[in-house]
């Protein structure tokens, strides 16, 4: 094998609970090892990297990965961790986001490269929709007693949750459906490894014990922790919700800020679980950022690097591009080069104001641009003072009280930036 599987991890902090003899289980041959997917969405999002991550070192180890897209369980809904049920979805909908799915985790697993272990992407629903009910409860169902379910912390939360409204069968049988995946891989293509997040400890043993008193086989887990941030916030989660890996749902300069903007003490942490970056390689970049932290080296890093796997190169450097029009020293030419979904992304929360394009076509003065038409400064008088002062630009540049604006200054066809010294920076949005 390339690399112990189980020390890679240990050092990446990425290892939360193991079944005893599973090192020695990955270093006799190469093993065979599955994560689960959620397919109610067709993006993935980044509480999702650290099972993809997972899959994508048990691959580099030599290992065989298997993604499964639960698209029966899709249909149920799991109860680990969480206080209500999901929304169920129909097949050509689940079909969708699974080619989705398999895309994105194009960009970490080989699944075509012709070795002997490149990644297999299954469907659960592919071998649940042909099993009766009463198959089912004979053939699976007989092996799990309700006891053994019942002792499951995930199941034993929702029981007594507060503010619950309990837990339906749907939901209590989930395990036994995740585990019977875990047969099944087992018994068709000799899976013997579940990965997962520590919450799915519970469903994975399932499946091992399904193995065990189904097959007489011998199956194994491995969990990782669940990511945290120092200051107590959901790791994953913007003001606006989740942050996709789907550049359409989060764009990818949005990606790459999220990342930039971790503090000191998440990035030294994250740059082991979400980057393929050697160990001493890593030391050193954490040693240099302690030296002079101020540089941000380990969030640059960081950021860097996951931006470049989620998306690519040219997108991390558009991502770079488009930070510096707000913090850095940009030139006109680079707005222009900003899509404007980039643009709206760097200037939300920045105040606006509507102009006509008549206003534009005709020219706008700078007084009028600063106060009268758009009311960003309390008067004329000020907006004379400011131009005066020399501390108005347009679109970066800066300006004197005779410029106009005209139609060759707009961005997209409809905006101009106007800042006012460094740290107020103003909208003129045109309207037909």
């Known amino acids: 094998m390339e690399k112990n599987l189980i020390k890679e991890l240990k050092w990446r902090g990425m290892l939360h609970d193991t079944m005893p003899g599973v090192e020695e289980h990955l270093n006799e041959k190469m093993r065979s090892a599955y994560v689960g997917f959620d397919p ?23 290992h065989k990965p298997f993604a499964l897209v639960g698209g029966a369980t899709g249909m149920i809904g799991d109860p680990s961790g969480k206080s209500s049920e999901r929304n169920l979805l129909d097949e050509k909908t689940l079909r969708h986001n699974q080619e989705c799915v398999k895309n994105q985790l194009s960009q970490f697993l080989n699944f075509k490269s012709g070795n002997e272990n490149d990644a297999v992407l299954v469907n659960n629903y592919d071998w649940m929709k042909d099993i009766s009910f009463l198959e089912f409860i004979r053939d699976v169902g007989k092996h799990i007693t309700v ?25 209590f049988t989930y395990q036994l459906v995740q585990g019977y995946d875990f047969f099944h891989l087992y018994d068709a293509h000799k899976v013997s490894i579940q990965m997962g997040g520590s919450d799915q400890w519970g469903n994975i043993t399932t499946g091992t014990e399904l193995v065990r008193r189904k097959a007489g086989g011998k199956a194994y887990a491995i969990t990782c922790p669940l990511i945290t941030k120092s200051d107590g916030s959901k790791f994953g989660k913007s003001e606006g919700g989740n942050i996709w890996l789907d550049a359409t749902r989060t764009s990818p300069y949005k990606f790459y800020q999220y990342w930039l903007n971790t503090s000191d003490e998440d990035a030294e942490k994250y740059i082991k679980i979400f980057t393929f970056l050697e160990e001493e390689e890593i030391k050193k970049i954490i040693k240099e950022h302690k030296e002079a932290p101020h540089q941000r080296l380990l969030q640059k890093t960081l950021a860097k690097e996951v931006t470049i796997t989620v998306h690519n190169e040219n997108e991390y450097e558009n991502a770079v591009k488009a930070s510096e029009v707000l913090f850095g020293k940009s030139t006109a030419e680079d707005l222009k080069g900003l899509t404007e979904k980039t643009f709206l992304d760097i200037f939300e929360g920045v105040p606006q104001a509507e102009v006509s394009r008549n206003d534009i076509a005709e020219g706008l003065d700078m007084i009028a641009a600063l106060s009268a038409k758009t009311g960003f400064l309390s008067s004329n008088g000020e907006a004379r003072r400011a131009l005066k002062e020399n501390s108005v630009s347009v679109n970066k540049e800066k300006v004197k009280e005779d410029f106009i604006i005209s139609e060759k200054d707009l961005l997209n066809n409809k905006y101009v930036i106007l800042n006012k010294g460094k740290k107020n920076t103003y909208i003129i949005r045109v309207v037909d």
């Open 40 to 62: 109610t969405a067709d993006s993935l999002h980044i509480g999702n990297l650290v099972p993809i991550m997972l899959l994508a070192h048990l691959q580099r180890a030599g």
């Open 147 to 171: 006891n053994y379910m019942m002792a499951k912390d995930s199941v034993k939360n929702r029981i007594s949750g507060e503010g619950t409204e309990g837990m339906s069968f749907t939901e």
